[in-house]
């Protein structure tokens, strides 16, 4: 995904962690820790997320191009990158 004049690369890997965190693997070798909790709060369809079984089944969106859970929850590797904190 292109973003300005940088291209971001894909998200290859996803684990879901404690207090509403995911763990985001990129293909360059970047990780990136990104909380969710504020989606929860400001997006009602996140909320789905509270279930643990819904939450845990975060993957790679479809070509890499994010993270999703399902076909209503996702979140763009732009988000990620930007707002995510590098580990």
Known sequence: ???????????IKVE???NMTIKVFFADGTIKLHDIKPYVKK??????????????SVKPAYLG????WN????????????LGTTV
């Open 65 to 68: 191009t994010g993270v999703a």
């Open 16 to 18: 879901p962690l404690k």
């Open 43 to 56: 997006f009602e369809v996140f909320s789905q997320l509270l279930d643990p079984v819904v939450f845990n």
């Open 1 to 11: 995904m292109e973003i300005g004049n940088e291209l971001l690369p894909d998200v």
């Open 71 to 82: 076909d209503d929850i996702d979140i763009s590797p732009y988000d990620i990158w930007e």
